[in-house]
Structure formats: structure tokens, C-alpha cells
């Protein structure tokens, strides 16, 4: 068999970024400005080290449009919010918007980034809902991923793009919402409360049976199974108290 001739390729450097911006402009959710980062290095126990997309106001502090309630254009009608939400926004979210403003994330070149993303997993929204963006960047980072998760509460929001169906889970609060969610085509991820049985089709998250981590996992893509996680200690106190009678209405 022959040699093939001629000069060897040199694999390019991947370019040493932290994060990149994905998307910079109107929220599809009430078109005020927001931003999508993806930031390439986490150390987040439960979902161990998955690229992390944050959807935050481009143009307000994120503890301010938390105060303000600004935080619709991110977070959208969620009943999370203010409640019983599990993100310290003081913190990840914080860090973000300051490196965003300080213009050190490079908008994302599919030329020079891609690369970054290839042969990884990726997580739509550790903070904000991924459907507060166009589809058609969630689709595009994670069709460039070998895998994905994401969760959604917008189902019920007037410029909701059904098409996030294929792409999130739906994020359900009680059995009956679930249902409800399911029978419009979704998969669902409901928070259950200790000692809730599962509800019919539903699995527990795997991080609770057999302690894997997202990137593990992977069934959270919005497309192949319902899946219930359980509240625990503090957290499942404050979800209790405060969103119990918002879902006995529900």
C-alpha cells in the first residue's frame, strides 16, 4: 500500500478562553436585552464538569433584576423565583455578568470555538431558562455537544416556542402539572416531596438512585423520559411552605 504524500496537518491549538458569548440580544420573552454565556469548565457536583449556559439581563446586575423582578426576561413566569429557587445568584451568575462586562468572553466564531464544544455535554440553563433565547441557539451548542440537558417552566408562557419540547425537559412542581405537561407532548421533570411516590411513567433521577452525575446520565434531554428528583432538608421545608398552597391552584 502507498504512502500518501505531502505535509502533515497541524492539529490547531484550541483558542484559551474561559466561556463565550452565544447570544446577545432581545429576550423572546419580553424583548428586553439578556446574554447567553457559555462558560467551559465547571466543578458543580451534581453535574459534574459539563459546559454551562447562563442566560442572564445583559444590561442589569443580576442581584438588581432579582430585587426589581427584571429577572422575567430570563426567568419568565417560574414560581421559583424569589422562592424556592436552588441558584445563589450572588455567586455563579454574579461572576458571569462581571466577566461579560469586562468584555472577556469572546462572541462565539464557529471557525475558532467549535472545537471547544466538541466531544463535550452541555447543560441549557444553570441560570435562567433556556427558552428566554431563540431556539435555534440552544439547538446550535447542543447539536455541536455529544450530549445535552435542559429544563424549561415556559410551557405555559405566551411566546413559549413549543419547539424547546424536542430540546428541555418541561419542569413540573406537582403530579397533576406533569400530567397535564405530558399530555402536550413533554417530558417532565417534577420535584417531588420525601415520601412521594413516583406518578406512573416517571423514573427517579439517577442522581438519587444510583448517585451518577448529569454528565452520566444524560436522560434529561427533553426527550426520552419523565423523571422525578426529590427535596431534601432545608430545601424541601421552603418548598413546602412556599410552594405547596401556589399548587394546590395549580
Known amino acids: 500500500m502507498s504512502k500518501l504524500n505531502g505535509p502533515k496537518l497541524k ?3 484550541l483558542p484559551k478562553v474561559n466561556g463565550v458569548v ?4 432581545p429576550s423572546v420573552l419580553d424583548n428586553k436585552p439578556i446574554v447567553v454565556v457559555a462558560t467551559l469548565n465547571s466543578a458543580n457536583a451534581k453535574t459534574g464538569n459539563m459546559i454551562q449556559t447562563w442566560i442572564i439581563r445583559s444590561d442589569v446586575h443580576p442581584l438588581e433584576a432579582l430585587d426589581t423582578g427584571e429577572d422575567s426576561s430570563i426567568c419568565g413566569n ?16 454574579a461572576a458571569v455578568y462581571r ?4 468584555g472577556k468572553y469572546p462572541a462565539f466564531d464557529p471557525t475558532l470555538h467549535t472545537g471547544l464544544f466538541m466531544g463535550r455535554k452541555v447543560r441549557l440553563g444553570a441560570y435562567g431558562d433556556p427558552a428566554a433565547a431563540p431556539f435555534e441557539v440552544m439547538q446550535q451548542v447542543a447539536s455541536l455537544c455529544i450530549g445535552h440537558t435542559g429544563y ?3 410551557i405555559a408562557h405566551k411566546a413559549f416556542d413549543k419547539r ?15 400530567a397535564k405537561y405530558q399530555a402536550l407532548g413533554a417530558k417532565t421533570f ?4 420525601e415520601g412521594d411516590s413516583l406518578a406512573n411513567g416517571e423514573i427517579e433521577c ?8 448529569c454528565h452520566e446520565c444524560g436522560l434529561c434531554d427533553g426527550q426520552r423520559q419523565n423523571v422525578a428528583i426529590t427535596v431534601h432538608g432545608k430545601g424541601a421545608s421552603k418548598f413546602k411552605t412556599s410552594m405547596i398552597p401556589l399548587l394546590e391552584v395549580a
Do not use: E, I
Open 11 to 13: 492539529r490547531q491549538p
Open 22 to 25: 452565544l447570544y446577545d440580544g
Open 78 to 93: 417560574c414560581p421559583h423565583r424569589k422562592r424556592t429557587c436552588y441558584v445563589n445568584v450572588g455567586q455563579a451568575p
Open 99 to 102: 466577566t461579560y462586562k469586562a
Open 152 to 154: 424549561t417552566h415556559q
Open 164 to 178: 424547546f419540547l424536542s430540546l428541555c425537559m418541561v419542569s413540573a412542581d406537582s403530579p397533576k402539572q406533569a
Open 190 to 193: 417534577r420535584v417531588a416531596m
Open 206 to 213: 439517577l442522581a438519587d438512585s444510583q448517585g451518577l452525575q
